[in-house]
Structures are given as structure tokens and as C-alpha cells.
């Protein structure tokens, strides 16, 4: 059988022009988790996201056609074991049309290229550990989970 063509993934920090593409992923990405995210949250993300200033920041994933199939956000902090930055990728998320043809493994992979080129100590994040699907290819993109259980007191 012959091989179906390779999609055209594109990796790109996210622009003013993408909050009309990119507000109903995020929306599907919080109902995903179950979450509701007030209004004045998402209107703040956004605005972090297009501050050069902040420690949020996020890559979208585009089609040849320029459509924003995924997104991630991701912060940078520093940390007490290090000197260099940290990356801490908060949200990823594929639109369920373009599932399974490499836009998540394309973002991660972009995310570490640019922490190599930036000098970040780490990339990490977690996932819930029913999500059998994300954790599918987690698991093909890194060695595995480092073995910490996260504690949590919401305030």
C-alpha cells in the first residue's frame, strides 16, 4: 500500500491575527478538562499571549493553508536547581479534525528545539492520568514520567 503524503505542519509563535481561530480550541480544550474559564480569564490569556513581557507564551501548529490545526501555551521561570530558565508546558491541544497526523508531537518537538537554542534547563508538564491518548505519545517523546505525583490546594 502506498504511503499517504506527510502533512504540512507549520510552527509558529501565535500572532494578533489568530484569536479568531484560536479561542474556539482553547474553548474545547477546557471543556476537554471539564473546566469553565470565566471570560475575563480567557480575555487575560489572551493579552498574555501577545505581550513580548510575559512568561506566558504559545506556538500554534498551521495547515498548508495557513489553519490552526493545535496550539500550546507554555511559561518560562526560573528555578532553584538551576541557572538556566524552565519551560513549563501548561496546554497542548489538537483540533479533533487533525488528530493523529503529528501536530502534537510537532509542537513538543518545536518546543524543545527552541529551548535547546535558548539555553532552558527542562521542558515538562503533566497530563491526567487517564488521558491514554495524550500520554500514548508522551511516551513516544520522552523516556516517561519522572516518577513525581503532584499535590495540589486550590486557594
Not at 480569564?41 to 493545535?70: E, F, Y
Not at 496550539?71 to 538551576?82: A, D, E, K, Q, S
Not at 493523529?100 to 527552541?114: K, M, N, S, Y
Amino acid at each position: 500500500m502506498p504511503e499517504s503524503p506527510r502533512l504540512e505542519i507549520k510552527i509558529e509563535p501565535i500572532g494578533p491575527d489568530d484569536e479568531a481561530a484560536w479561542r474556539p480550541l482553547w474553548d474545547q480544550y477546557c471543556a476537554f478538562y471539564q473546566v469553565s474559564v470565566d471570560s475575563a480569564v480567557t480575555t487575560t490569556l489572551w493579552a498574555r499571549l501577545q505581550d513580548p513581557n510575559s512568561a506566558v507564551k504559545a506556538l500554534v501548529a498551521r495547515d498548508a493553508a495557513g489553519r490552526i490545526m493545535g496550539f500550546c501555551h507554555y511559561v518560562l521561570h526560573p528555578n532553584t536547581w538551576g541557572t538556566s530558565l524552565i519551560c513549563y508546558l501548561e496546554d497542548l491541544f489538537t483540533d479533533p479534525a487533525s488528530r493523529g497526523q503529528g501536530v502534537g508531537r510537532a509542537l513538543i518537538e518545536r518546543l524543545v528545539v527552541l529551548g535547546r537554542e535558548q539555553g532552558w534547563g527542562r521542558v515538562y508538564w503533566h497530563t491526567q492520568e487517564t488521558n491514554a491518548t495524550a500520554r500514548r505519545l508522551y511516551d513516544s517523546v520522552t523516556d516517561g514520567a519522572d516518577g513525581f505525583v503532584r499535590y495540589v490546594i486550590r486557594l
